[in-house]
């Protein structure tokens, strides 16, 4: 079954390269939801049904730790999985992102076989 | 040992052309530089501030810019003066900064990195104080075309 997915970067280029990737795993992909931050993010989830988040951590306005604590905050959400793509590599990052609820943590540069390896525990 | 040297610097570059841009360039020594490269075409900024303090710089000519922005999308075509081309540049430097802040602290929380920000052609240098080193990695795309990688640091490097 194809799963809607939110691609949420503050760089355009980094989106496009997201969705080509994860094209490239195989995963089923539905709609296409691209947002440049958190807020608007929540905005595109508010009217949206998402199954799938690929959220980078540094962007303005709202970053993706703010992002994964939201969308944990609202019940609504439980059922999104959530996978940071991200340049922040710290021990530090990743288990403070897991800890909110991230699903998993892709550190970038990324390949498609990075994101696959992710993926698959996360969407089984 | 300083955690940035030279082999760290290349392997961080290498990794990020080859991955996110399908290019192998032709990465050169770490150089100490004396003074500011002036913007080419296109400078590409990212700051990093925390326990650490410094600044990179990822700086090319348009025709590199473009052609880089182009190996990233996977498209023809793009306009020199577009967007899509002083995002693809912001988005090297900014893994870049991010390889180079992985390098020098493991947690993550030490050190938080800027938005990129991008600067064309125009007369710009960026000073820095004394006490800071400025390096810089001179490399070549697979054409010749050259491009270069400035790092300003209170650490030591290479």
Redesign the interface.
Known sequence: MAINILIVD?????R??VL?NLKQTGLAVGEVHQAGDGQEALAILADHPVGLILSDW???NMDGLGLVQAVRGNPAFAHIRIIMI?????????S?ALASGANGYVK????AEDLEKQLAPVMA | MPAMTTAAIHDAVHGIFQSMLGIEPSLHALERADRPLKNAGIAAIVGYAGEHEGTVVFICGRSVATQLAEAMLMEDGLDPDSEEVDDAMGEIANMIAGQLKNLICKGGNEVQLSIPVILREGDYRLHVPEYYERWRLTAFHTNGDPFYVEMVSREPIG
């Not at chain 1, 503050?10 to 980094?14: L, V």
């Not at chain 1, 970038?108 to 390949?111: R, W």
């Open positions: 503050d760089s355009s280029t980094m496009k390269i080509r540094n962007m303005p991200t340049t922040e590599g710290g021990d530090a990052k990743v403070e970038k540069p990324f390949t």
